[in-house]
């Protein structure tokens, strides 16, 4: 298979994962051929959106062609807080990486060779149970998925462009923003679909008061750097606590890089640019892992991020985590779990 070629979630692997709850308790896991599977037309899951789903990929190692996972258990302690919060049944880490390790094991020849692809895993688990009751259901289904994908945003290009949405709000407090479920993505379909159509790469999301402080940018983490200091917004409920977040500030500390979680306004960020105190955005996720961000747009104005040029920060994070993903380098905080 010409790997190279592949679209991002286009193509899956020959085998899925899938597991029930019935009865009070997981039954027994397996793995089958990769198929569609039955489901009643009046599932919970479809009808009041109880569903929640996890992302981490799979590496081959560039030097010893190691199966590699890149912290496969903060996936699992997020997916228990996002299934805590749907009224969803947990898995525990150890069976959710039993599950996980088992199919990338069985799935390794579709571990893309090159370090430009990888293999997405997916893990979702959805009330299955047919009802039109409002209320959890009382049967479940865990699957897990496998794709192997491209890059998601093009490494060689500029950086992305966002535009700071000021009318549809991802999340407010109180509510499931920091949950991975999918009405949270539902949600961003329409103001994303607009920014694309104005040829934005993603959408910017801001606060649902006031439509002011900076919350998280498309599908991931956002972190500018300010002078000496980098600024990321808080977990403060409405954004998702990302892995690669983590990352980044852990790498940070031990880089001895002075960093903030704290509230950062559009204005704020509009007036560092102007007084040439910002120097460099990005964002970071699973899907991208560390994406340059180039330019900002609120209500019709321009923010301009300067070119950091070859020693960005956001390079510097990005060959770190990678190397580290790839086996190029010492796994110095034990993030790496090897599948063969």
Known sequence: MDFSAIEFGNVFSDHLFRQEWKDGTWQDPTIIPHQSIALSPAALGLHYGQVVFEGLKAYRGTH?????????????????????????????????????RALASLEQDWVPPSRLQTLYLRPILFGSEGHLAVRPAQTYEFLILAAPVSEYFDREGPGISLKAEDRFTRAAPGGMGAAKTG?????TLRPTGDSLEGGFNQVLWLDAYEHQFIEEAGQMNIFFRLGDTVVTPPLSGTILPGVTRDSVLTLLDEWGIAREERRISIKELNDAAKEGLLSEAFGAGTAAVVAPVQSIQYQGSNIAIPDPGPDALCRRLYDELTGIQYGEIPDRHDWVVAVT
């Open 64 to 100: 010893d062609n190691v199966i590699r996972l890149f912290r496969p258990d903060r996936n699992a302690k997020r997916l228990q807080e996002s299934c805590e919060r749907l009224c969803i049944p947990t898995v525990t880490t150890d069976d959710f990486l039993d599950a996980v």
């Open 183 to 187: 009405g949270n993505y539902a949600a």
